[in-house]
């Protein structure tokens, strides 16, 4: 059974920097696209970024290139996302997923609540 | 990028058949045949139902059907059940690489 659990949200302060982590289980995820999509309080799905299988390749959607950064340990089934100068506009759920061509997600992690606030 | 636009909701009887537009650009929707739905009710994670268009994962009912038509795609939840109820995004592939979400559209079961 895929399984994805994100961890690492929380509260910051504007200006600050948190580190989300997602674990993966039950498929091969070397072999994988990774997305990162969130989902501000109240509001729709936005899709942030996603990486290649062998971490070579980003991708970022452009209200956040340059402040966030996805990262892979495949020896470790886990995706990562640096967000760095955090606004409050970034407060929101960050959800992992699997991704391919076909789907931003095929299959998501449950998600975990960023709160950007003074 | 910009969204994909939906309409804000969209209402039906138990049984009925209600469709979900997704518009796009030549840039997205129109250009690729990678549009995909999902399925969001309040405090859970989104559900893949349709993927390319019109194809479903493996244990999604075939009450669920996609189409395209040039840069419009549709979903369309036939046979409404009251667990339909939930709120439901298109996304597609990009001319750029990326992936964009529609607007996202609220299902009202009367």
């Known amino acids: 059974e895929v399984q994805l659990v994100e961890s690492g949200g929380g509260l910051v302060q504007p200006g600050g920097s948190l580190r989300l982590s997602c674990a993966a289980s039950?498929?091969?995820?070397?072999?994988?696209?990774m997305s990162w999509v969130r989902q501000a309080p109240g509001k729709g799905l936005e899709w942030v970024g996603k990486i290649k299988p062998d971490g070579t390749e980003k991708y970022y959607v452009d209200s956040v290139r340059g402040r966030f950064t996805i990262s892979r340990d495949n020896a470790r089934n886990s995706l990562y996302l640096q967000i760095n100068s955090l606004r409050a506009e970034d407060t929101a759920v960050y959800y992992c997923?699997?991704?391919?061509?076909?789907?931003?997600?095929?299959?998501w992690g449950q998600g975990t609540l960023v709160t950007v606030s003074s | 990028q910009s969204a994909l636009t939906q309409p804000a909701s969209v209402s039906g009887s138990p049984g009925q058949s209600i469709a979900i537009s997704c518009t796009g650009t030549?840039?997205?929707?129109?250009?690729?045949?990678?549009v995909s739905w999902y399925q969001q009710h309040p405090g859970k994670a989104p559900k893949l139902m349709v993927f390319d268009v019109s194809d479903r994962p493996s244990g999604i009912s075939n009450r669920f059907s996609g189409s395209k038509s040039g840069n419009t795609a549709s979903l369309t939840i036939s046979g409404l059940q009251a667990e339909d109820e939930a709120d439901y995004y298109c996304?597609?592939?990009?001319?750029?690489?990326?992936?964009?979400f529609g607007t996202g559209t609220k299902v009202t079961v009367l």
């Open positions: 039950g498929f091969t995820f070397s072999n994988y696209w």
């Open positions: 030549s840039s997205d929707v129109g250009g690729y045949k990678y």
């Open positions: 996304s597609s592939y990009t001319s750029s690489d990326t992936y964009v």
């Open positions: 997923a699997r991704c391919d061509v076909s789907a931003a997600g095929t299959y």
